[in-house]
């Protein structure tokens, strides 16, 4: 086997990445690729983004919300923990989260919940008691009653720009996307394409997201 991609999927990679792509917690003030740090902070951003986007409600709607509770500094932990049910479907609701804001402030406070009980409020911690291994930390993860398979896939999509042993992952709707748009489905190959670079992976792994739901794949097919 090569090992490494066609000029032609490298070029189809990077159309992906550039016109597609998007940075973890993308439209938020926390979206700095320079800034971008396994900071507490940081990772229970994107463990929220992920809570939210596992809903079937849409993009823009998700974008708005994840700036809602960002906006209220709910991913400093202390802030989430001590907030109060209410408060929380207050914030949900200004960013126009109707169907699951009730829901979703109780399982905001039980992923707080279980963050300060067992990880002293910081989720790296979650990493380090995996041993840094994917499959025990998604295990780690469904601790919260919330975080299912979806949620667990769209975190390690964003986790890896600063979690790298997480890296590289994509996500099963996009490995199907990929294959779709005829780039293949081998990961290692792939991470060699965005020279191994882990928010680069993150761009590649969101932009597949991206064309898969804008519907755009023969945008890529026909290069």
């Not at 066609?6 to 320079?34: C, Y």
């Not at 975080?147 to 996500?171: K, T």
Request: with cysteine; hydrophobic share 40%; proline share 3%.
């Amino acid at each position: 086997m090569s090992s490494s991609v066609s000029k032609e999927t490298g070029f189809r990679i990077d159309k992906v990445v550039n016109e597609f792509g998007k940075i973890p917690l993308h439209g938020t003030p926390l979206a700095k690729a320079d800034s971008l740090i396994a900071s507490p902070q940081i990772v229970l951003a994107i463990v929220m983004d992920a809570l939210i986007k596992a809903r079937p409600i849409s993009h823009h709607l998700t974008e708005k919300m994840i700036n809602k509770l960002i906006a209220a500094k709910y991913h400093d932990i202390d802030t989430l923990a001590n907030s109060s049910w209410q408060e929380r479907v207050d914030s949900l609701k200004e960013g126009g989260y109707n169907r699951y804001r009730e829901q979703c402030a109780t399982n905001l406070g039980e992923l707080a919940a279980l963050v300060v009980g067992k990880y002293d409020g910081d989720l790296n911690k979650l990493l380090k008691q995996a041993n840094g291994q994917r499959d025990e930390a998604a295990f780690l993860l469904k601790e919260t009653k919330a975080m299912g398979d979806l949620a667990v896939e769209i975190i390690f999509d964003n986790v890896q720009s600063v979690w790298p042993s997480i890296a590289p992952f994509i996500d099963s709707r996009s490995l199907n996307t990929a294959a779709d748009i005829g780039i293949g489905t081998d990961l290692s190959l792939l991470y060699s394409a965005v020279e191994w670079n882990l928010v680069r992976m993150s761009l590649f792994t969101n932009g597949l997201s991206e064309v898969r739901l804008e519907k755009r794949q023969n945008a890529i097919e026909s290069m």
